[in-house]
């Protein structure tokens, strides 16, 4: 089931739906509004009927991320051999624990959103990876019991201002860029599988490949990382994982390459889907 987080019009309620076609047009199905979905993801998903539901077409809706204000979106850097030894932390060796960030959601946005470039950056860069739902709490979980909590998955995209991350030891400031963070639609573990038999990750700007890796080849697995995290604090339904990328961003080519007003970037995963950006002046950020 792929389903996405739409709104009937701009500041509207927003619900789960699930994508499906109605008179050969793509539509959306409405499930449940978001709040109630995410307080139990089994039940909603148990509850649905394909045959009932309001169905409406894309084009009448605006689509947003399936994900509550509230949620928390950690993200996990440096998760492939491959993208640690292309960058600047090559020589620091890797560390027995994984390095942890977080993302607001505010930064969130959707496939075909515009990314503006802030104003103090030479570009910014590109990041494919997968994102990853927890469906029910977890506290002091075992890595079997974290993997198993995953519910679904999204292809994103964590965009990063270079400048901005690089300033300090704390990559905030350059992962939270307006609009920086495309997740596309939630796909159901069911569909997916696991992340350990491999999936497909790749990335084009402007049709050229940029990134081709494997989810075989993390550093710091799934289930490992959320049990590690759930030790510390309390895991909702709702929270996201974003997985790591691997090698091939823009900074560490010579000369580098970033992201400019114009370019289109894409993110395709195996099993889960594409989302696609267009990257905007920093001038309409505001309208982004």
């Known amino acids: 089931m792929r389903l996405v987080g739409a709104r009937l019009s701009p500041g509207s309620d927003t619900f789960i739906a699930e994508l499906t076609m109605k008179d050969g047009v793509e539509a959306a199905r409405i499930l449940t509004d978001l709040e109630t979905f995410w307080a139990s993801p089994a039940a909603a998903l148990a509850s649905y009927s394909s045959e009932g539901g309001t169905v409406v077409p894309l084009d009448q809706l605006q689509l947003v991320p399936p994900v509550l204000p509230g949620a928390r979106v950690i993200c996990i850097g440096l998760n492939y051999l491959d993208h640690v030894l292309e960058g600047s932390y090559a020589d620091a060796g890797l560390p027995e624990y994984p390095t942890l960030f977080a993302r607001w959601t505010s930064s969130l946005t959707v496939s075909g959103a515009p990314i503006p470039v802030p104003s103090n950056e030479d570009g910014i860069d590109w990041e494919g990876e997968i994102a990853a739902y927890i469906g029910v709490p977890l506290i002091d979980a075992d890595a079997d019991k974290a993997r198993a909590a995953v519910m679904g998955y999204s292809a994103f995209n964590d965009v990063t201002s270079r400048r901005a991350q690089k300033l300090t030891s704390q990559w905030i ?70 997985t790591g990328t691997p090698s091939g961003v823009g900074y560490s080519r010579k000369p580098a390459w970033l992201l400019q007003p114009g370019d289109v970037v894409e993110v395709e995963i195996e099993r889960i889907g594409t989302i696609s950006n267009p990257i905007v002046s920093n001038s309409l950020r505001s309208e982004s």
């Open 173 to 242: 400031l350059g992962k939270n860029g307006d609009n920086s963070g495309p997740l596309g639609a939630l796909v159901t573990a069911d569909e997916v599988g696991d992340l350990r038999d491999g999936l497909r990750v790749q990335t084009r700007v402007n049709g050229e490949q940029v990134q081709d890796g494997n989810t075989k080849n993390m550093i710091y697995e799934l289930g490992e990382v959320l049990s590690l995290v759930s030790h510390s604090f309390t895991l909702k339904p709702g929270d996201i994982i974003c």
